[in-house]
């Protein structure tokens, strides 16, 4: 079945003497050159097949023959074809080499073992080429799934993690700005872990297993003073652990907190005061339940719920007037069509809402006016900031609602770190983004169960290795050419 070219090639190499030969062995060697085989080999069959090509391949010349453990010269004692998966040259298919491996028998000491192959076949399994486990590598950088490679070289999944293992992925350094982040890892070393990231050049340096103490020093501990030193500014959320480390390991470099974390605490207490109100039973059911409902109206800026109701009063105008035109009916009959209703306007809503509640309309100018004040501050450093920030928790403390009260001791505990962070201009942005790509990484895997598995993928794919392979992966074919 399907070996013509082979049968061919054969046929012409051993019947016609002077002219057939020579053809016979040029395709073979055209096809040597065209699959990238290093020089001293031989293609001596090949079998294009659905999905997967095979080339049969040996060794030009006599084997090795130096017994490895005595030196003495050793026989020959057999062959066998060993599979290994090879850089596919057509299209498409997957490339298995069947290479011709001799077997060799230590007359002296009785030892057997196989001839090597250093130039064709890779250090990290002899079922591979060199060739394909570069191939892998990049693939894995590009975050592809270990199935995925799998399928596209040929290489079983135990092999494709097989290069996983052996990647290089331990440049850890310490850079001018270090970002540290919880992230979801869901392996069998917990639910999450923690990331350590360069927030300059946008990549991971680290991931540990867990927060603990012991973890956190053993990895800060790895790098001299010196090399800590050269952090100047350390950026984190605002959980006492994550300081606790700044104070430990970095006492000179600047703390900055994230800035969207003190939004979130906003709208945290925010929200605890909206709760609050829906539990109060002096409050009708019905109001309760629409307030429940309305946290993003909430949330939203007045401004952007202005600019949301002027886009839906223009877009009902219009859909109303051509209807209008159309079947010449009065405003009361189109409020019967579906979808023609005008409903209440978000403003409105908003006003009728917070006029429950004193605490609540409160809070939501308080929320507001914080966001404000950050909004002020994000677009460049501004040095009214710590007066409007003192303005605003002055404004917390008087508001008598207990929850403002609590954020603005928080905010007050935390101010430098805040506002370093506008200062410098520092937020965790590159850790928040290098966490959602790890979450795609994960999940085209459908989740990685061994928290060195993940950590090792995670490298390849989001730390310095990637930069410094792909470098040196450069130079080496600039150097060849
Ligand atoms: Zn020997």
Request: hydrophobic share 35%; charged share 30%; with cysteine.
């Given at each position: ?330 405003d009361k009959e189109l409020d019967s069509f579906p979808g023609m209703r005008v409903h209440e306007s978000g403003a409105s809503r908003l006003g009728r809402l917070l006029s429950l509640s004193d605490e609540l309309r409160v809070a939501h100018a308080l929320c ?114």
């Open positions: 079945m399907g070996n013509g070219t082979t049968a061919k090639g054969r046929k012409s190499g051993t019947t016609a003497k002077g002219k057939k030969r020579p053809e016979g062995r040029r395709n073979l060697s055209t096809l040597r050159e065209a699959a990238g085989l290093p020089e001293g080999y031989r293609v001596t069959r090949y079998q294009p097949g659905e999905g997967c090509d095979r080339m049969w391949v040996e060794k030009v010349g006599e084997p090795d023959r130096a017994c490895p453990r005595c030196g003495a010269k050793g026989h020959p004692n057999g062959h066998y074809r060993r599979r290994v998966w090879h850089v596919p040259f057509r299209g498409g298919a997957q490339l298995c080499l069947l290479l011709d491996q001799a077997r060799l028998r230590c007359p002296v000491c009785g030892r057997c073992w196989s001839d090597g192959h250093e130039g064709l076949v890779s250090e990290i399994s002899r079922h591979m080429t060199g060739a394909v486990v570069e191939g892998i590598k990049l693939d894995l950088m590009a975050r592809r799934s270990v199935k995925g490679c799998s399928q596209t070289w040929g290489p079983s999944r135990h092999l494709v993690n097989k290069v996983v293992e052996a990647a290089f992925v331990d440049w850890q350094y310490m850079p001018a700005t270090l970002c540290i982040d919880e992230l979801k890892a869901d392996t069998d070393a917990g639910k999450m872990a923690i990331g350590i990231y360069d927030g300059d050049a946008g990549n991971i340096i680290e991931l540990l297993p867990d927060m603990r103490r012991q973890t956190v020093d053993w990895f800060f501990d790895g790098f001299s003073a010196e090399e800590r030193a050269r952090v100047r500014y350390f950026c984190c959320d605002m959980s006492a652990e994550m300081i606790a480390v700044q104070r430990r390991w970095f006492p000179h470099a600047k703390l900055c907190l994230d800035r969207f974390h003190v939004t979130k605490l906003a709208n945290e207490a925010l929200r605890d005061v909206r709760r609050r109100v829906e539990a109060d039973e002096a409050v009708p059911a019905e109001l309760r339940r629409e307030l429940k409902g309305s946290w993003k109206l909430l949330a939203m800026g007045r401004e952007k719920l202005r600019a949301a109701d002027d886009r839906y009063a223009m877009d009902m105008a219009e859909k109303r007037a051509r209807l209008q035109l159309a079947l010449d009916l009065a507001h006016d914080l966001n404000a004040i950050q909004r002020a501050g994000s677009s460049g450093w501004w040095d009214g900031m710590p007066k409007e920030l003192e303005r605003w928790r002055s404004f917390c403390r008087q508001s008598g609602v207990p929850e403002m009260a609590r954020l603005q001791r928080t905010v007050r505990r935390n101010e430098e770190g805040i506002l370093n962070s506008y200062r410098y201009g520092k937020t965790n942005a590159v850790a928040e983004g290098i966490n959602n790509s790890i979450k795609l990484t994960k999940r085209k895997g459908y989740g990685i169960r061994r928290f060195e598995a993940f950590r090792r993928r995670v490298l390849l794919a989001l730390g310095l290795g990637r930069v410094e392979v792909l470098r040196l992966s450069i130079r080496d074919v600039s150097g060849e050419v």
